[in-house]
């Protein structure tokens, strides 16, 4: 199965029944097999006109009640930036597939790339926070859209996965568990009749509220400008505004320990560390390979989840090898993020890759030859 088919199962196991897009290279496919697939399960599809119509529609229908995604490409995902804000603000679960390609602009239009992963933390403006996940497999296309869709409705908010060329186009053997094998998370609808229903102040212990479908009775606004937890906008009501933006941003950045995942290989004895994600991931896997071959002890660190970071990950990480190597393919930006967390407890080294094409294990190797120095 292509990581796009694999990507489509798992969003419709996940109960997405809600796709709205325009058709963008490398992540076409995805909408193309949609449009075939929800309609035979009861879902909608529609193709836009444009991105910025694509995002708000997606968040029009999760406000309807329907799980929904879109995916896009390189400009499309910058055209989403502004509807993206909005479905934080508004605390809208819906879920954003952006296969990542060459940039900047129309760029490298059917190359791929890991260039959007710090504007898939910091490209809307204001003080927010974000999920994302980078799946290297087909399998992970799979898996990783059911996580993506159940972390959208636990924290309503927006959830990105950053897949790219490579891992969209790949064609592999997935296995696709039974139902019952397989957690869905549903919406949490409110408890309480529509008069004591309060839109956006969490229940004590919660970090977000339940969240009613249009229609079902209860008032809501679903307002962009600063609200109260009623959805009134509040003016000049700074402490208002100050206890919306801090909840917004720490109920993803203080859950980092159940969001964030990882995978680690041949850790254990490492003197160096490779640190990675997505397809950079499957290039360094055979230069570790390469690397023990010649006596060197090192390991490989895999970054499920990109954002929200996990600095207490790294930094344990820093304190057991000399050195961390950071293959990816942009011209170094996770890798800065590496070095603020480990703090200089240990050497970082980056091994940018860009043009649209994958890391040589050879390339990856004298890196870590570099390290064992």
């Known amino acids: 199965m292509t990581g796009y088919d694999a990507l489509v199962e798992g969003s419709i196991m996940a109960g997405c029944r809600f796709f709205a897009g325009y058709p963008i290279t490398p992540s076409t496919e995805i909408a193309e097999r949609m449009s075939n697939r929800l309609p035979k399960v009861g879902g909608i599809f529609i193709q836009m006109e444009d991105e910025l119509a694509s995002i708000i529609a997606i968040i029009g229908a999760s406000w309807a009640g329907l799980k929904s995604m879109t995916a896009t490409s390189g400009p499309g995902f910058s055209l989403m930036q502004e509807g993206l804000g909005y479905a934080v603000i508004t605390e809208t679960p819906i879920v954003v597939v952006n296969v990542m390609r060459g940039g900047p602009s129309t760029g490298l239009v059917t190359l791929p790339s890991q260039g959007d992963v710090m504007q898939a933390r910091w490209g809307s403006h204001g003080d927010y926070a974000i999920i994302a996940l980078a799946p290297w497999s087909s399998q992970e296309m799979f898996d990783l859209a059911i996580r993506a869709f159940n972390l959208s409705e636990i924290y309503r908010n927006p959830v990105i996965i950053l897949s790219d060329e490579v891992i969209a186009h790949i064609r592999e053997p997935i296995r696709i568990p039974p139902p019952e094998e397989i957690e869905i998370v549903e919406r949490r609808r409110p408890s309480v009749p529509p008069t004591d229903f309060i ?37 000049m ?7 919306k933006i801090k909840r917004i941003y720490y109920k993803i950045e203080r859950n980092v320990d159940k969001i964030a995942m990882h995978e680690e290989r041949e850790l254990d004895d490492a003197d160096i560390a490779v640190v990675t994600y997505g397809s950079a991931a499957r290039s360094s896997l055979r230069a570790i390979k ?3 071959g010649l006596g060197i002890k090192v390991g490989m660190l895999r970054l499920i989840t990109l954002w929200p970071f996990h600095d207490k990950l790294i930094e344990d990480l820093s304190e ?21 967390a480990s703090k200089g407890r240990c050497e970082v080294i980056s091994v940018p890759k860009v043009g649209g094409v994958l890391h040589n294990p050879d390339e990856i190797l004298s890196a870590i030859k570099l390290a064992a120095r």
């Not at 212990?205 to 959805?231: C, K, Q, R, T």
């Not at 009501?237 to 206890?243: F, V």
Request: aromatic share 6%; hydrophobic share 40%.
């Open 290 to 292: 390469d690397a023990r």
């Open 320 to 340: 057991r090898v000399k050195a961390i190597v950071v293959p990816e393919m942009n011209m170094g930006k996770i890798v800065r993020e590496v070095e603020r």
């Open 237 to 243: 009501g700074q402490p208002i505004a100050e206890r």
């Open 199 to 235: 839109p956006y102040l969490p229940e004590p212990g919660e970090w977000v509220s339940p969240m009613p479908a249009l229609g079902d009775g209860y008032n809501v606004i679903v307002e962009s400008v600063m609200h109260d937890e009623f959805g009134h906008r509040i003016g």
